[in-house]
């Protein structure tokens, strides 16, 4: 039975997360701030943990550069509320295994934090990230891009994603890409 640790300070989005990850039989422990998270990382063995950006202290990118100077290929996964290309793009350099928006369902997030853990092993060795560029999906379709982007990633390819063509424009000035999925349909 894998192992959770939750860093968000609001309670609601922690007893929420904490619910779902226990209904689908992890062990969850949940903790509020930087360094609540800190302290407890380094005391106990997680197998994943789900990481907030805006945190009471340090910032969650702070949590995660501390984390990466002492387990480079531990998974962390950002969950945040605040998230833009820029941010997106800074805690992928940092180290996340995974960026998600907040505004994903829990479903879905549950999914993706069972594939990732699935594949923890060929993480700890490094077979899960390829050593390609990111495959960048754009669709104005959350479903389409969570499905392509599960399926991907599945496959140890890092993804970005974009819901738009002004989105997906900006990721590609500011990354190197592989291939760029598009729907050819979407506003704007």
């Not at 929420?16 to 992890?26: C, D, N, S, T």
Request: with cysteine; net charge negative; glycine share 8%.
């Amino acid at each position: 039975m894998a192992k959770i640790l939750i860093v968000d300070d609001e309670v609601q989005i922690r007893e929420l997360l904490r619910k779902v990850f226990v209904a689908e039989g992890y062990r969850v422990t949940t903790v509020p701030s930087a360094d609540q998270a800190l302290g407890i990382i380094f005391q106990e063995s997680f197998d994943l943990i789900i990481l907030d950006i805006e945190l009471a202290g340090a910032s969650g990118l702070d949590v995660l550069k501390e984390i990466r100077k002492h387990n480079a290929k531990f998974p962390v996964v950002i969950y945040s509320g605040c998230m833009t290309p820029e941010v997106e793009k800074e805690a992928m350099a940092a180290g996340a295994t995974e960026v998600l928006k907040k505004d994903i369902g829990v479903s879905l997030l549950a999914k993706q934090i069972g594939q990732i853990i699935h594949a923890r092993d060929r993480i700890a060795d490094g077979l899960y990230l390829r050593k390609e560029p990111p495959i960048l999906i754009v669709d104005d379709s959350e479903n389409g891009r969570c499905l392509l982007k599960g399926f991907f990633m599945g496959k140890g390819y890092k993804v970005l994603e974009a819901q738009n063509g002004s989105e997906a424009l900006d990721l590609a000035r500011d990354n190197k890409i592989a291939v760029g999925l598009l729907d050819i349909e979407m506003p704007g």
